[in-house]
């Protein structure tokens, strides 16, 4: 009785001080770019918030217009441009059903309907990464491939200049 009473007076403070700690870091954290992605039954909306009009869909290419040397299934018409070396935030949003995988880049947030999740990535190395939906909930939809490509600032930079 004596120890039970004891840890539960431990454990009240300090799950308290260990809740608001994860809800600071989460919530108030100040990254250098914001990505909101939208995922949809068959592709994925994604929004730059912090470059206003930057908007686009994207969604798997089909297998009779691929062409050589792309890869089936893990291509998309429209890739994410992202810098390296600077923190992001990945807003995650979910129109139907759960799903979002970055599992390349160790993340894997997934996307619920009706909740906002959030991951936050920093990577030092460019590249081209390639991922897919592990979660197989519908036909076909284990195939969402997500294409992330992480360049320098600079790049990224004419990159968003040249689209907008």
């Avoid at 360049?151 to 990159?159: D, G, M, R, T, Y």
Wanted: with cysteine.
């Amino acid at each position: 009785m004596f120890t039970a009473r004891k840890l539960s007076q431990m454990y009240g403070p300090t799950s308290a001080y260990v809740y608001m700690y994860i809800i600071y870091n989460r919530w108030n954290y100040n990254p250098s770019l914001t990505i909101e992605t939208i995922g949809h039954q068959w592709y994925c909306s994604y929004e730059y918030t912090d470059y206003g009009d930057l908007k686009f869909d994207s969604s798997v290419i089909p297998t009779t217009d691929l062409k050589p040397g792309e890869l089936w299934l893990l291509e998309v018409d429209n890739q994410v441009i992202l810098p390296i070396e600077i923190s992001i935030r990945i807003n995650c949003i979910r129109r139907c059903s759960i799903f979002m995988s970055c599992v390349s880049l160790g993340l894997k947030p997934d996307a619920i309907p009706g909740l906002l999740n959030q991951a936050t990535l920093t990577s030092t190395w460019p590249g081209l990464y390639y991922n897919q939906s592990p979660e197989i909930c519908r036909s076909n939809h284990s195939f969402m491939p997500i294409v992330l490509e992480l360049v320098p600032l600079k790049c990224f930079e004419n990159w968003a200049t040249s689209i907008l």
